[in-house]
């Protein structure tokens, strides 16, 4: 029998917002399956709700999860969350000796482009972090249009290449004013960047081009899992020892700078050849792309019971 101490070491909580009574999306469903592939790797899944009602703490939401003999690794499976809703979370699972593998701060770190951007400003596009019209029109008219738009934690991509680039003013002032309305892609923040030229084959509705990009899920300083970015078959997806070398030590140099223990990098090549890193996020909270689910999760179930 294995002695106490070890059995509480292997004890791994994720607490999941997977739910049948959400509707039916690509995010849903990356959450269904990482779930699923968490409770295969051995962690304890509990649920709990996308949203705190009113009147609800965090605390009361979780009032079916146990309180753990010590602290215990946790992830949390599920949308991208406001800050405030993740500190909540955060800190009622530390209550319960569950840390997750990020802190609020570095969720944040992880999210949060304005917060990131500094970090890494060398290994991406060009940007300008904004928070009105008239910075958004200097800054477009510094980096050249066209440019690349998105809130400081999403952009409208999926909506179409019209709903997040700008040839001119008045394209600019129509994807600003959408960002902007919508607070939980920006909070107050627009990002205005220059458009990587990227290297693709396919695309995608909205004449969206799916350009040649990677997502990479970092955990402790190893990679625990690397994928071709889009779904679907695409010419342009599989690397070669050298390229998946390149890919793989460019997202290292963003973790190391950024210092967020569970992070996720994605990666485009442009049209010249070159890696650049397109933007960084929390493992948690990231899609699986075409990243096998249950390979992932027996990586990171590896790496997080040796650290």
Not at 7 to 14: D, E, G, H, L, Q
Not at 86 to 110: D, K, M
Request: proline content about 6%.
């Amino acid at each position: 029998m294995l002695p106490l101490a070890s059995i509480i070491r292997s004890n791994m909580i994720a607490l999941s917002e997977a739910s049948p009574q959400v509707p039916d999306s690509a995010s849903l469903r990356d959450i269904t399956l990482a779930t699923e592939a968490a409770r295969f790797a051995g962690w304890q899944v509990y649920s709990i709700p996308q949203d705190l009602p009113e009147g609800v703490s965090a605390d009361d939401a979780m009032w079916h999860i146990p309180r753990q003999p010590e602290i215990v690794p946790g992830v949390w499976i599920g949308y991208i969350p406001l800050p405030s809703h993740y500190e909540q979370i955060y800190e009622a699972a530390l209550s319960r000796n569950i840390r997750l593998l990020n802190s609020p701060g570095q969720y944040r770190r992880a999210e949060e482009f304005d917060r990131f951007y500094p970090f890494i400003e060398d290994l991406t596009a060009e940007s300008r972090c904004v928070s009105s019209m008239a910075e958004c029109e200097e800054a477009a008219q510094q980096l050249g249009y066209p440019v690349f738009l998105k809130g400081t934690i999403q952009s409208h991509k999926a909506k179409g290449i019209g709903s997040c680039v700008a040839h001119d003013a008045e394209q600019l002032a129509t994807i600003a004013t959408a960002l902007l309305s919508s607070h939980r892609r920006s909070l107050g923040t627009v990002i205005v960047r220059k458009l990587l030229d990227l290297r693709y084959s396919r695309i995608g509705p909205g004449g969206f081009p799916f350009g040649r990009e990677y997502r990479v899920f970092v955990h402790a300083g190893h990679v625990v899992g690397l994928g071709y970015y889009w779904e679907g078959e695409d010419e342009l997806a599989s690397l070669d020892a050298s390229e998946r070398d390149q890919v793989t030590r460019l997202a290292l140099e963003a973790f190391r700078r950024l210092e967020v223990p569970y992070l996720t990098v994605d990666i485009g090549q442009t049209k010249q050849g070159d890696w650049r890193v397109i933007e960084v996020g929390d493992g948690q909270f990231s899609g699986l792309s075409q990243i096998p689910v249950h390979q992932l999760w027996a990586r990171l179930t590896e790496v997080v019971r040796s650290a």
